[in-house]
């Protein structure tokens, strides 16, 4: 090593990257969500379900629709095709393809060609009876788009500086996800202290609340590995520290929040630049989270915790954005 | 390509007799594969005035067009010596105006022209040089010599189809490639850097390697696919105005690792585009405070801001008297026969024989502006008509060229279309041509529109080595 760095990168193109990445994420996450969703409903009476529309709309921060009627059609459209939406999955999609086109000489063109596929893919999607009938094989060719691009990166790209943005992108939009998709679950999960109190959490949950903690971990695409660690008995408190504090699996808060610090701390070596206060943001939530036990975040509120997570995430965005793509010209003039 | 009917010329009876004994079948598909190769690498180009479907692949014939060694020595000598002539003239008319006080030149033609930049008045650029990138667009004569119908002195574009149509072509025809013996064209990236790092400002900092960037307009622009490949196989920062901004007449990139000084930009914005605190007002594409870090010799820009002062239409009629002025020579190249229309005699000439002549606007390019005497209508006509009359200063005309014809691949079968050449001029340390060019096709039948945005194609130029 001689220290010296090899490349340059412009703030443009990292910003597109980064932007990119989170935007690919999304899409996939959300595409995921729905999916989960509409086949937790074929087992559930239509009463059952009908507080979940809302418990969804939190979790991805979607608009609720304007004549306030909510049903599986109206809410599929507004998440997956509806172009009005920013957050809907066509919507992400085509933010990434534009942001990864604006710097294609940065990319491999398999990484191009990929996510131009899939933007071309869902582009050609129309929506009608016959489509949201089976419209798992949309979600699920969304998911698998997303996972063959990152494959594509991963061993195509070099893991330089370009590589840690996509990364970056890629782990903070799913800490703030995973951290808010708990955030709706516990507000609105339907265990009460009078069945027990907080002791209930951490005993088997009955049939009918089954089904809601398969959703939630299917939704994190944690359900096979949480059943590896735990067996298939569902505690509540179990599911929400698999979910928050696992260092294993790819899409706990925790493990995403190592990603995080890990992408910083590699651009802040390959930058040769003094970026503490992004690296320590991420460093700071990263101890918090590896020194956390379950019993503690419960009892002192799961859903300040979980927010308090989102907040310190959300802190480290704003100052990845002031130190490399948007920084003040005059400080840098000055030295 | 042929003698006589029937009777190919020498050098091309090689590739003739392949043709000859290829199915016909094997050709489409030949064609295909290039047609998908251009597509998936996104080789397009966009068409302006035209609100859906703008981006097209930019038409590739597989059929190359061959010069031998010889017709190419004189092509090369004849570009050098006019590229050193222009960038001679360039720098006296925004200088003493030498040329201008000898009558060679009338004063009121260089005065008037639209590109003509004030601004550049007895500033010094880095080794005199003016044009750096020149592409010059040749045309056969009837008698088989080539003339320089255009010079493209601002911003020419299309090499990247010449790099791109030989790696096609090299995949498809491998072995007749090699018995060819043609000159190899893919260094061109390579000698365009190291043409830029010659022009380096005397005040940097980093005079052992320069920072060089490309400057584009942007995705939008029509040829940004081109300005996203130069980059890469240059490896240096394709940038965007935004991404610079000027401090102390110094001009930097924003990077993830703070400011970076920039020394040589290759800018693919037109001069009205390029600071809007000196030119054009309303634009966004530019970085203000550029042109005063120009001035102050802080940062080169290639090519030099006004050199379309030159390829003016009307200007051009002077060109081998601007030769023979500077270098005391006579023009290796010819031009072709162009009438002034501010002279009267000339202006009566051409407006009575519209109907067989072409009819140019002075600072158009890409086709646009044009009338094509034989292929116009009578409303057409009088319009131009019209036009002349109210601004002759804007217009040209001259006689209709019988482009010369090559074969191509079209339809499943080998069809003749004309074609033109535009070989690409790098001036840095020395003169570099990189011998071959963009060939463009009229790809209609008749037609004698080359241009990519009406309808024209290309395909690869063969310089045989010996």
Redesign the interface.
Known sequence: MTGKRQTTMLSRVADSLYWMSRYLERAEHTARLIDVDLQLRLDQSPEAGSGRWWRLLEALQAPAPEDGKIDATSLTHILTLDKSNSSSIISCVASARENLRQVREQCSTEMWEQLNRLYLQVNSTTANEAWLLHSYVFFRAVREGAHLFQGVTDSTMSHGEGWQYIQLGRYVERTDAVARLIGAYLSRLPYSKERGGDQALDQAVESEEYLEWVGLLKSCAAFEAYCKRHTAELRPLRVAEFLLLNPEFPHSVRFSVDKVHAALRAIADLTERKAEQPVRLAGRLRATLSFSQIDEIMASGANHYVESVRQQCGQAHTAIHQIYFDYPVEAELAF | MFEAPGVPRPHYQALFQTLLGLPPEEMRKSQQAADLSFL???ITFTVYGNDEGTERVFPNDLLPRIIPHHEWRKIESGLTQRIAALNLFLEDVYHRGRILADGIVPRELVYSCRHFRREMRNLTVPRGIYVSICGTDLVRLPDGSFAVLEDNLRVPSGVSYMLANRKVLKKVFPTLFRDYGVSPVDHYAQALLATLRALSPASSTTRHEPTVVLLTP??FNSAYFEH??L??QMGI????G??L?V?DNVVY????????RVDVIYRRVDDDFLDPLCFRRDSGLGVPGLFNAYRAGNVVMANAVGTGVADDKAVYAYVPAIIRYYLGEDPILPNVETYMLTDRLQREFVLENIGELVVKAVGESGGYGMLIGPHSTAEQREEFRQRILAEPRNYIAQPTLSLSRAPCFLDGEAQARHVDLRPYILYGENVTLVPGGLTRVALRRGSLVVNSSQGGGSKDTWVLRA
């Open positions: 998936h690498q996104g942007g995705v996203t490949f980059a890469q920062e394709l940038v965007e935004r991404d901004l401090h990139m924003r990077t993830t690792a703070g400011l970076k």
